[in-house]
């Protein structure tokens, strides 16, 4: 065969094919410091969900096939958005102990990826707890500054294109529409309920220890009450906090009581929302005072402070009066100097 013809055989020959696409994306990576799951779960708002097996030195590798889009990966603690599409292979790496900080990824579309973390990062900056004690114009400005810094970090990611930023800026407008309504929420909370005012009080509601218990009997003491369910995954996440406060707190001039809404709208019957908490309680070994309003989201009580979403913090001075409707959290670091502030 000549030369030539072989050359242009080849040509021909070879030069023509092309690969199929394959119908997955190939994810790797390695998780430093992971915890005791050893797996990752991906999943998206359409009900994809897959788990992923980290070997003993954290690495994982995996195929996915999936449809082009935003999906998230938890690893048990903590949560990390990642873009995927079929044909794509991606990789990250991360620490959990520094879980945005570190997280890096690297292949395919890795700059969609790395933007979405540095997009959250600018957020936290930003969108600190404290913000949502600030007043409303302090509140706007900071959001005027997050829009500057936001429309800044996007100048620096050239490669990327205007529809993929046309979706990353439809999620800030909606992230920023929820993050201001919830503060105005709060602050009409904050107004509604002044400091210092005469709290709504209960009566009578059961006690996991026995008999019933009143708000009246905790007069002369500092209350701090929880509002939760048994179904709450956010009001389970505080319970190891609580139980922690309750116990350094415990010789203090201050009460810990946690009151179940807990009712039929979930369980199907009062009898079984009932069982429900009683179970947990035991279960769960709660400590401070176990109360069930029996009523549920009707009691008086959570109607009278327009609970509209739990796990809500109240606290109420040993006069009976307000302290803060909206309490931190137990995980919160404000709500020690909150307390140490009042001299509890």
């Known amino acids: 065969m000549k030369p030539v013809f072989a050359l242009l055989l080849s040509v021909l020959v070879f030069g023509s ?21 050893k797996k990752i779960t991906i999943s998206n708002r359409d009900g994809y969900k897959k788990e992923i097996k980290l070997s003993e030195d954290g690495t994982f590798s995996d195929t996915l096939n999936v449809k082009e889009g935003l999906y998230q990966f938890f690893d ?41 973390i540095a997009n959250s990062l600018l957020q ?5 707890e404290d913000l949502l004690d600030s007043s409303e114009a302090e509140f706007l400005k900071t959001f005027d500054k997050l829009e500057v810094a936001y429309d800044s970090l996007k100048n620096t990611y050239k490669t990327l294109n205007a529809a993929y930023f046309l979706e990353q800026d439809n999620d800030f407008i909606s992230m920023q ?3 201001k309504a919830y503060f105005m929420g709060k602050l009409e909370m904050r107004n509604f309920f002044a400091k210092g005012t005469v709290s709504p009080t209960f009566s009578n509601y059961e006690n996991f220890s026995g008999g019933t218990t009143s708000l009246s009997d905790f ?13 709450c995954g956010p009001c389970k996440v505080e319970i190891p906090y609580l139980k922690k406060l309750e ?17 039929d709208r979930r369980s199907g019957t009062m009898e079984k929302a009932h069982a429900d908490w009683k179970k947990m309680v035991a279960e769960k070994e709660l400590t401070g005072v176990q ?23 109240i606290l109420i001075d040993p006069n009976g009066n307000i302290v803060d409707a909206d309490a931190p959290r137990p995980s919160s670091k404000k709500l020690i100097t909150l307390f140490e502030e009042l001299g509890i």
């Open 17 to 37: 094919c092309t690969e199929t696409p394959k119908n997955y994306v190939t994810l790797s990576g390695e998780i430093t410091n992971f915890n005791e799951f």
């Open 76 to 116: 048990g603690n903590e949560v990390g958005r990642i873009y995927l599409k079929n044909d794509n292979t991606i990789s990250f790496t991360l620490d959990t102990k520094a879980f945005d900080e570190t997280l890096k990824f690297e292949g395919d579309n890795a700059d969609q990826n790395n933007f979405l």
């Open 124 to 128: 936290e900056r930003y969108l600190s």
């Open 177 to 179: 529409k929820a993050y």
């Open 219 to 231: 007069k002369g003491k500092y209350t701090y009450i929880d509002i939760w369910a048994t179904w």
């Open 247 to 263: 116990s350094k707190y415990h010789d203090r001039n201050i009460e810990f009581v946690s009151i179940s809404v807990d009712d």
């Open 291 to 313: 109360l069930f309003t029996g009523t549920g989201w009707n009691a008086d009580f959570i109607q009278d402070y327009k609970v509209s979403g739990i796990p809500r913090f």
